[in-house]
């Protein structure tokens, strides 16, 4: 049987692996907790606020976004980031947590210390980029941010509070703009 890609191998999760996407969804968000503080937007991008980027597992976005950001942007942020995106993040010398395809997973040892790096690190803004995946969702919303975002990403409601909808400018662009820095 196929590893399950949100849960480690362990029998307390085997079950998990037969549930709907809406189940899933819902133990995620029971796990990471519903209460959400409110946030002023823009406002709360002003003054360069503690920031959690979860970047994704795909290269070329990842390196997209990190290539247009200005390098003074990461002083107050942290990275959670696939182990491949390790020499992209260290040129711009961002502090960086990383994981590997199986430690991505709810209840490895990795993603329990990546969990608990991101709690002690409390942003006030989270920045998830890249296609929903569980377990990084989970972590923006265990996170503690008050304003956690993400791209066209309305029905992702609680786990990402704000939806932004880059048109003419890229997603790196408008955080860009937003945070009031540029390159």
């Not at 133990?27 to 959690?52: C, H, I, Q, V």
């Not at 408008?174 to 945070?179: D, H, P, R, S, T």
Request: glycine residues 4%; positive net charge; charged residues 20%.
């Amino acid at each position: 049987m196929k590893p399950s890609p949100y849960f480690a191998d362990q029998f307390r999760f085997f079950f998990k692996r037969f549930s709907s996407k809406d189940s899933l969804f819902k133990w995620f968000l029971k796990m990471a907790g519903e209460d959400s503080a409110a946030f002023s937007f823009p406002e709360a991008l002003r003054n360069n606020p503690k920031t959690l980027v979860i970047l994704p597992r795909d290269m070329e976005s990842s390196a997209g976004f990190l290539h247009k950001m200005p390098s003074s942007w990461f002083t107050n942020v942290l990275c959670v980031a696939h182990e491949s995106l390790h020499a992209l993040i260290s040129a711009k010398r961002a502090h960086a947590v990383y994981f590997s395809d199986a430690e991505c997973r709810y209840g490895e040892r990795v993603f329990e210390e990546i969990e608990q790096k991101v709690i002690e690190f409390a942003p006030t803004v989270c920045i998830y980029l890249g296609q929903p995946f569980l377990p990084r969702l989970y972590l923006a919303k265990k996170s503690g941010a008050g304003l956690r975002i993400g791209f066209n990403s309305e029905n992702l409601y609680p786990y990402l509070n704000l939806s932004l909808h880059p048109e003419h400018l890229s997603e790196a662009e408008l955080v860009a703009q937003y945070y009031g820095v540029s390159k």
